[in-house]
């Protein structure tokens, strides 16, 4: 008697494991990042880990939008995710998990938008034609010497000015951008910066009097 082979069905059906994160689980069947990155915060390494794999797809998808090349954003994916890490202990479990995400997404987008802007304004500077006279020498040890100068000026500043004049004049963050990366107020961050630049342009005032700056 022929035997009968039973019809395969070609769809597969994933079976939940034992706490692979069912108990942490919506309505609607999609983990609760919020109560993932709790149990990560207490300390439980398998609720990071399915929170990481669970949330790098949406990470990805907010990435391609913004970058053409794959490589170019999978390295802001990489970014946010290691900014995760750096930064999870400053997730307040009482707020949704969503926005948190989102906000450190759009910070790390928007610093590699801006680096790659610099990066093609140097290609352009580099690709230009000619000068019609060529740079004079010492107009540019002057330009480097400056450069030097005002650099040091920015590092001897205190801690919360330099951190003002960081995010806000070198890396040109708005004021909301540098309140959520630093936890500082807006009006702190106005104070700091206005007291740096006020310090600044006095010891560029007085470097320049002494001849430290021609």
């Known amino acids: 008697m022929p035997i009968r082979r039973a019809k395969l069905s070609t769809r597969l059906r994933l079976v939940p494991i034992a706490g692979d994160g069912d108990d942490a689980r919506l309505p609607n069947g999609t983990l609760d990042w919020s109560r993932l990155m709790a149990r990560a915060q207490d300390g439980d390494r398998r609720a990071y880990r399915l929170l990481l794999e669970d949330m790098t797809p949406y990470l990805r998808t907010l990435a391609v939008r913004c970058f053409k090349e794959p490589s170019d954003a999978e390295d802001?994916?990489?970014?946010?995710?290691?900014?995760?890490?750096?930064?999870?202990?400053?997730?307040?479990?009482?707020?949704?998990?969503?926005p948190w995400l989102a906000a450190i997404a759009r910070r790390r987008i928007i610093d590699r938008l801006?680096?790659?802007?610099?990066?093609?304004?140097?290609?352009v500077v580099l690709a230009?034609?000619?000068?019609?006279?060529?740079?004079?020498?010492?107009?540019?040890?002057?330009?480097?010497?400056?450069?030097?100068?005002l650099r040091a000026a920015i590092d001897a500043l205190p801690p919360d000015q330099r951190e003002a004049i960081d995010l806000l004049k070198l890396k040109e963050l708005s004021l909301?951008?540098?309140?959520?990366?630093?936890?500082?107020?807006?009006?702190?961050?106005?104070?700091?910066?206005?007291?740096?630049?006020?310090?600044?342009?006095?010891?560029m005032q007085r470097d320049a009097a002494s001849g430290g700056l021609q």
């Open 76 to 98: 802001v994916v990489q970014d946010v995710l290691l900014t995760v890490h750096a930064v999870r202990h400053t997730y307040d479990r009482a707020r949704p998990y969503g």
């Open 128 to 149: 230009a034609e000619p000068l019609s006279e060529p740079p004079n020498p010492q107009h540019c040890d002057q330009e480097a010497a400056r450069a030097r100068e």
């Open 176 to 203: 909301k951008e540098a309140s959520s990366m630093t936890g500082r107020s807006v009006a702190a961050l106005k104070v700091a910066t206005h007291r740096a630049m006020k310090r600044l342009r006095k010891l």
């Open 114 to 123: 801006r680096r790659e802007a610099r990066a093609k304004l140097r290609e």
